[in-house]
């Protein structure tokens, strides 16, 4: 576990209230020695080493003046790089601006950085005629440049639509280098573009030009239907069905199970985490580390007896204040806790309630960044926690590929997309309904509105296969600040607000690179069993198994490096780059876990 201490003075949020927490991040060394590169103090690190800024993948990518400073630079991170199409077109234009100003004498417009301008311009006076005809040229190079881009681009799309497409671009360039350097990885890239790029395996045989590729069969809806209740009726009591389609139209879940405190329970006699134990010092013990990065969950859930979830998120809402702040009371948050816990299937090896509190510590450690200090509102961390906790409630063991392969009800229920978030969110706001279950009954109509819209959003950011699409538009929307001075004003607009919470809990959710290697090799094997059992499943039902769910033919350290390498790295490099200096530490122990997998992916290749 990760236990460099880091003082945090987090506020509970917008909403007031003086409360502080401590938080602690990273793995070698605390936040607040880490200086930004622009200080000059050389103590800063800013990795960054995902395909985004490698110096090949940029060839051609960039306009004339940033090419020429990536040309002359060496290995070393390229801090002020831009990659996003729009935010190098305006980049480009203030170029020209700035050429344009010293060419002809013209005062620069307020709106530029008072650095550029002095970097850059100075008085027409002392250009010599070659350093003047010098910046003629590059001045019509980059409106050349731009001309190009703009005759290019789709201007009905947004600017993180255009990035969007820009990155898949890249990715799969990156991937078939990948591939072409190693045959043995081609299980590893499509993997990566089934579940990543939102790739149909037609566009992945055109992409690669590989053969041999097989067309998924695809079963009966009463076949797979019959198979599954099947499967799970000999499971044991732990696990709840798959919700289904009744005769009246309407999506219902399981009977109410019983609550786990009565109505009249006293707060009094509520355990101070929430759930009972046998060893409430070992309970305490764990609970201490709350607002650690990277939190053991896994011996939690043995001291809580399989109850992480209701512990985690009981706890973190109620050291908030925000129980009293929204009249939530104890006891009813503990019954919706029990029930949304309870469908979580325990005999599913990773997308099981150990994750899901897994994913709502993370978060909340992640809210408490120095960067976001009385940033959010009361309302959107309650929208956050809840979101996080509930996001993969009643996960079948299955991804939704599998289930649009196989015909299942639920591809046919929400038309194939995003099957298993809005599989999730139905879930969790029908737990709402249930009796003593509604944590939200004492707020007003107009915020119930804007959490249930803020958590449909965050829940439905978790979906693999929008992962570019989120990344872009993260990505977007950094440069742009970046370019207008960082201004914290422009991201807190709403939308903006809104982004960053989705990126928030789609980083928590793909953060086990993130954590320790104790951890993330526990992770790491959980999530590989499950994979194993829906390609076991699959030569059960006759269909081809999907890459990286083979038990016979994956290869577990090569699949985790590429994951790092085109999915993690990318994500967690420009989520640093939005909170900067807090999560570098973060960067540093991605890259130990990589080059951990690197020396297994040698032994497994022998």
């Known amino acids: 576990m990760l236990r460099v201490n880091v003082n945090i003075a987090a506020a509970r949020g917008g909403g007031g209230g003086g409360e502080t927490q401590s938080a602690r991040v990273g793995g070698g060394g605390s936040m607040a020695d880490l200086v930004s590169p622009s200080t000059g103090s050389g103590q800063g690190i800013h990795r960054r080493e995902s395909f985004l800024y490698r110096h090949d993948i940029l060839d051609g990518e960039l306009s004339p003046t940033r090419s020429r400073q990536t040309s002359r630079s060496d290995s070393s991170p390229l801090d002020d790089i831009i990659v996003t199409p729009v935010a190098q077109l305006i980049d480009s234009m203030r170029k020209v601006v700035c050429n344009w100003s010293m060419l002809f004498k013209i005062p620069l417009s307020r709106q530029m950085s008072t650095s550029e301008a002095e970097a850059n311009c100075f008085p027409f006076t002392q250009l010599p005629d070659e350093r003047r005809q010098s910046v003629a040229m590059e001045t019509l190079q980059e409106l050349r440049w731009c001309l190009d881009q703009l005759e290019f681009m789709q201007t009905d799309r947004s600017a993180a639509q255009i990035a969007t497409n820009k990155f898949k671009r890249m990715l799969n360039r990156e991937l078939y280098q990948f591939v072409e350097s190693d045959k043995c990885r081609s299980q590893v890239t499509q993997f990566i573009s089934r579940t990543f790029l939102d790739e149909t395996q037609a566009e992945e045989e055109k992409r690669t030009e590989n053969s041999g590729r097989r067309a998924a069969v695809a079963v009966t809806s009463t076949k797979l239907s019959r198979d599954r209740h099947s499967q799970q009726d000999s499971g044991g009591g732990g696990g709840v069905g798959l919700l289904t389609l009744k005769d009246s139209g309407k999506v219902l879940v399981r009977e109410n199970c019983t609550a786990y405190y009565p109505s009249s329970t006293s707060p009094q006699r509520i355990p101070k985490y929430g759930v009972r134990t046998d060893s409430d ?317 690197k020396q297994l992916m040698e032994s497994e290749q022998r």
Request: charged share 20%; net charge negative; with cysteine.
């Open 281 to 597: 010092d070992a309970l305490a013990k764990q609970m201490s580390n709350l607002s650690t990065w990277g939190m053991d969950m896994f011996s939690l859930a043995q001291v809580t007896a399989n109850r992480p979830l209701t512990a985690v998120t009981y706890t973190i809402l109620k050291e908030r204040g925000l129980l009293k702040t929204f009249r939530i009371p104890s006891d009813v948050l503990l019954n919706f806790l029990t029930n949304l816990e309870y469908r979580y299937k325990s005999e599913i090896p990773y997308h099981n309630s150990v994750h899901a509190a897994d994913v709502a510590q993370s978060s909340h450690v992640l809210l408490l960044l120095p960067a976001f200090r009385n940033f959010f509102s009361d309302l959107e961390i309650l929208a956050t926690i809840f979101a996080s906790a509930v996001h993969d409630v009643d996960h079948p063991g299955f991804n939704s590929q599998f289930l649009i392969n196989s015909n299942s009800e639920l591809a046919l229920l929400y038309n194939d997309e995003s099957v298993l978030e809005n599989h999730h969110l139905a879930v969790a706001f029908q737990l709402l309904q249930q009796d003593k279950c509604d944590i939200f009954a004492n707020i007003s109509a107009k915020q119930r509105q804007t959490l249930r819209h803020s958590v449909i959003g965050m829940v439905l950011a978790t979906d693999m296969s929008k992962h570019v699409r989120h990344l872009a538009h993260l990505k977007s929307m950094v440069e742009l600040r970046r370019l207008s001075g960082n201004s914290r004003a422009e991201l807190e607009a709403p939308d903006h607000k809104q982004q960053i919470l989705q990126s928030l809990v789609h980083c928590a959710d793909l953060s086990n690179p993130a954590k320790s290697w104790d951890i993330y090799s526990m992770w790491t094997k959980q999530v590989m069993e499950e994979f194993f059992l829906q390609g076991d499943r699959e030569k059960q039902l006759g269909l081809d198994v999907s890459p990286m769910c083979d038990r016979d033919s994956a290869r577990v350290a090569s699949s985790q490096v590429g994951f790092i390498d085109f999915v993690v790295r990318p994500l967690w490099e420009t989520w640093a780059d939005l909170v900067f200096p807090d999560c570098q530490q973060i960067l540093e122990t991605i890259e130990e876990n990589r080059q951990r997998h």
